[in-house]
């Protein structure tokens, strides 16, 4: 079974500055998405970022990007210049793109704070 | 376009009732998820729809939590005879296909007296 591990339950940066949230996985298969969503104290779970495995480049959108490192099955994302409206849980997960049901696999989360 | 919207934003019932958890996906999305999210379990995958193919319930915990989606749209997510340990956040999610990236609804926060 796939399983997905944050290993860092809070994380805090100043604003401006840039901070990189840790997500490793565990799969067998090699074909496969990996996604950061964000989770504000409203609930709504927000899609960062993702990216495909195929994909050897890593995926990026304005002030956040990935480190996506396939064979030590590593995802990290940075987030540059980091302002006060990111302050949320951000959660790693994982989709197996090869099965018949694209449920994700999410991580416990990392709870992310801005110092002003 | 209108987002996910799920109903009731906030249900509070006593041990052993029924309730009813409403999703009402993105129009045109074809498939449809129902997660779980609770302090010790994390986000935990219920069940998904896809089209008119039968439901994967793999991630259904009981047999008391069933789920129904009519018409390829509308989605009820029922726990029976609730118990303590539902008490949770139910998140619903859709999706253009299955393999599209999943937009979420705001949740139903469940609190079981």
């Known amino acids: 079974a796939q399983t997905v591990t944050q290993s860092q339950p809070e994380m805090s940066v100043q604003e401006a500055e840039t901070v990189t949230l840790s997500c490793t996985y565990d799969?067998?298969?090699?074909?496969?998405?990996l996604f950061w969503y964000k989770q504000p104290p409203s609930r709504q779970m927000i899609l960062v970022i993702r990216q495909e495995a195929y994909k050897q480049q890593n995926a990026t959108e304005n002030r956040f990007s990935v480190n996506f490192q396939k064979a030590a099955k590593s995802f990290s994302l940075k987030i540059s210049d980091s302002q006060l409206g990111d302050a949320a849980m951000y959660f790693c997960?994982?989709?197996?793109?090869?099965?018949?049901?694209?449920?994700?696999?999410f991580g416990k989360g990392t709870l992310l704070t801005v110092n002003p | 376009g209108a987002g996910v919207s799920q109903s009731p934003s906030n249900k509070v019932t006593e041990k052993g009732k029924d309730v009813e958890l409403r999703c009402d996906p993105i129009?045109?999305?074809?498939?449809l998820y129902w997660y779980r999210q609770s302090l010790g379990q994390g986000l935990e995958f219920l069940i998904y729809f896809q089209g008119n193919s039968a439901p994967d319930k793999s991630g259904l915990p009981s047999d008391r939590f069933s789920a129904e989606r009519t018409g390829g749209s509308v989605s009820t997510l029922t726990i029976q005879r609730t118990q303590q340990e539902d008490s949770a956040v139910y998140l619903c999610?859709?999706?253009?296909?299955?393999?599209?990236?999943?937009?979420f609804g705001d949740g139903t926060r469940l609190s079981i007296l």
């Open positions: 129009s045109g999305h074809t498939a």
């Open positions: 997960a994982y989709d197996y793109s090869g099965g018949s049901n694209y449920k994700l696999t």
């Open positions: 999610a859709s999706s253009f296909s299955g393999a599209q990236p999943q937009h």
């Open positions: 799969t067998s298969e090699s074909d496969y998405y």
